[in-house]
């Protein structure tokens, strides 16, 4: 299933996402430009799991950190993290405010990559190289958008693009489109553990979306102003 929009309307311009979207392009450009960025900037599990965090230090393991949630592997996984960002953060945009939303967008992803490397330190047990492997995407965050979007909008519908046997689009429930998709994400990431093979970083998927969730339970239970609309002055001069 691949989401295509849903029914709720921006009371404003998503400017965060917007900005998101345009920089995520930007940097997967840039990887293709400069093919040694991802092996030196990319985030590993090592830099917070082993004594690789006392050679790189806290500093440049965030900056890692931040920096590949806009790196990515390839057209699809690009393409298939800006469409969910742009069907559903302009939404949670809307709803925290613009600056809420970035700080929002960027500690999802950092819970998402610590969830991440729990799960690859666990991955040990099987492959010894599991904390090396860089890991890049804004899988995470985006997650996290997906979990404070099913608190804040749980009655909305998404139009959707349905691929079995036939292809059609049909208006799925939201609440329906992301626990399915979050079930999945369960399940993938119960067989990584497991040892199933995959470049999927699942855990991550499942860590980002719990903080989102766990934030728009917050955001939810606190009443909400709208924002004003905006004044129109009177300019006419008196004669």
Not at 48 to 76: E, K, W, Y
């Amino acid at each position: 299933m691949i989401p295509l929009s849903d029914n709720i309307a921006s009371r404003r311009v998503p400017y965060v996402t917007i900005s998101l979207l345009i920089a995520c392009i930007a940097v997967f450009i840039y990887e293709y430009l400069a093919p040694g960025f991802v092996q030196q900037f990319a985030f590993r599990p090592a830099y917070v799991l082993s004594t690789d965090l006392f050679r790189v230090g806290p500093g440049m393991a965030l900056q890692t950190m931040i920096l590949s949630m806009f790196m990515h592997g390839g057209l699809m996984h690009i393409g298939s993290n800006m469409l969910f960002l742009w069907v559903f953060g302009d939404n949670v945009e809307d709803r925290l405010g613009h600056f809420r939303f970035l700080v929002f967008y960027l500690v999802c992803g950092i819970v998402a990559t610590l969830a991440h490397s729990l799960s690859a330190g666990f991955g040990l047990l099987y492959d010894p190289h599991s904390l090396d492997r860089a890991i890049v995407g804004a899988s995470g965050a985006v997650a996290g958008v997906l979990g404070a979007y099913l608190v804040l909008f749980p009655h909305s519908s998404v139009r959707t693009l349905v691929i079995f046997f036939i292809i059609t689009v049909i208006n799925v429930p939201a609440i329906f489109f992301i626990v399915l998709w979050f079930i999945s994400q369960l399940f993938s990431g119960a067989g990584s553990l497991a040892g199933a093979p995959g470049g999927v970083a699942y855990w991550a998927h499942i860590g980002g979306f719990v903080i989102g969730f766990v934030w728009g339970k917050m955001v939810a239970s606190k009443p909400f102003r709208r924002p004003p609309p905006p004044r129109i002055m009177d300019l006419r001069m008196d004669d």
